[in-house]
């Protein structure tokens, strides 16, 4: 079993819907999350960042964690074109730690 | 914020040649860098974590000898892919953490680098 399960899609979705993307983990010890956006032939760009449980908001992303079901989720509100990218979320054990990534999901958001 | 760049961004060689790749951090600098590799529609595998002024850190199943990394300088890491082969063409991927080693400061990702060996 993969330490980081993450669906590859691709997701499609058109312009303006609420875009969900999800992680889960097998190992408990995790306690820092983040979520990459990387562009095609680009390196990933830190998003979100969270310690242990909770949401996080930032414009129109929200970051959740849940613990207790090792479960991570991004939310995109109002998406758009130029969110089209694959996402990657990435977790470590301690801060500034070695990141462990999931495989990334594709999105394209069609105008 | 802080740029890491990559040089090449693409490079196509000959099997059995070697391959240098360049991480240098521009505004900051890095006492640690990682090098990760990325197959298309895969994760980033981290391959190594490279320290300025000594030994790299390699993951295990990396070939040291096959994947030479430098760190000679607080701004700059090279990765160099020694005789490589078809099966050595990927994305290859550095990041740098600002601040002295065991920093907890962001990580900062290069804009990656296309191998492709015919």
């Known amino acids: 079993q993969k330490e980081v399960e993450q669906d590859p899609g691709p997701l499609s979705v058109p312009e303006g819907a609420i875009v969900s993307l999800n992680c889960t983990y097998s190992?408990?010890?995790?306690?820092?999350f983040m979520w990459y956006r990387q562009y095609s032939r680009k390196g990933p760009e830190l998003l979100m960042y969270?310690?242990?449980?909770g949401n996080k908001e930032d414009g129109r992303f929200t970051a959740q964690v849940d613990k207790s079901s090792k479960y991570i989720s991004l939310f995109i509100r109002d998406s758009q074109p130029s969110d089209s990218a694959t996402y990657l979320c990435?977790?470590?054990?301690?801060?500034?730690?070695?990141?462990?990534f999931g495989q990334g999901t594709e999105l394209s958001v069609k105008p | 914020g802080a740029v890491v760049s990559q040089h090449p961004s693409r490079v196509i060689c000959k099997s059995g040649t070697s391959v240098k790749i360049e991480c240098r951090s521009l505004?900051?600098?890095?006492?640690?860098m990682f090098w990760y590799r990325q197959f298309p529609k895969k994760s980033l595998m981290l391959m190594a974590t490279?320290?300025?002024?000594?030994?790299?850190?390699?993951e295990q199943g990396v070939e040291k000898d096959k994947f030479l990394i430098n760190h000679a300088s607080l701004t700059l890491s090279t990765l160099t892919v020694t005789s490589a082969h078809p099966e050595d063409s990927s994305f290859y991927i550095c990041?740098?953490?600002?601040?002295?080693?065991?920093?907890?400061?962001?990580?900062?990702f290069g804009e990656g680098s296309r191998l492709t060996v015919l």
């Open positions: 990041s740098a953490r600002s601040g002295p080693q065991g920093s907890t400061g962001e990580l900062f």
């Open positions: 490279s320290n300025e002024g000594s030994k790299a850190t390699y």
């Open positions: 969270t310690y242990s449980s």
């Open positions: 190992n408990s010890a995790f306690q820092y």
């Open positions: 505004d900051f600098q890095a006492t640690t």
């Open positions: 990435a977790m470590s054990y301690n801060q500034g730690g070695k990141l462990i």
